[in-house]
């Protein structure tokens, strides 16, 4: 993360002077995207959204109706 001040600097130079990301980037010892990201950033009170992620895999797989598949999947090489 970087300072108020870094992040100043940049918009100043990239925006107001009219410097290039990758040059500003050497000059700062950062990466342009980096620099790119807080140039162009405007609103820094956005909240983020929370990915909707699917299920585990192994909570589909130990379901009551495919317990059995999966422990005869898992044991059927084991010796006996």
């Known amino acids: 993360m970087l300072t108020v001040t870094d992040?100043?600097?940049?918009?100043q130079e990239v925006?107001?002077?009219g410097r290039s990301y990758s040059d500003v980037a050497k000059q700062m010892g950062r990466d342009p995207r980096?620099?790119?990201?807080?140039?162009?950033?405007?609103d820094w009170n956005e909240t983020s959204h929370k990915q909707n992620r699917k299920g585990k895999v192994m909570d589909l797989i130990l379901r009551q109706e495919n317990?059995?598949?999966f422990f005869y999947r898992a044991f059927a090489w084991w010796p006996s």
């Open 7 to 11: 992040i100043n600097y940049i918009k």
């Open 15 to 17: 925006n107001i002077k």
């Open 34 to 42: 980096t620099i790119k990201k807080y140039a162009d950033k405007e």
């Open 67 to 69: 317990r059995h598949r």
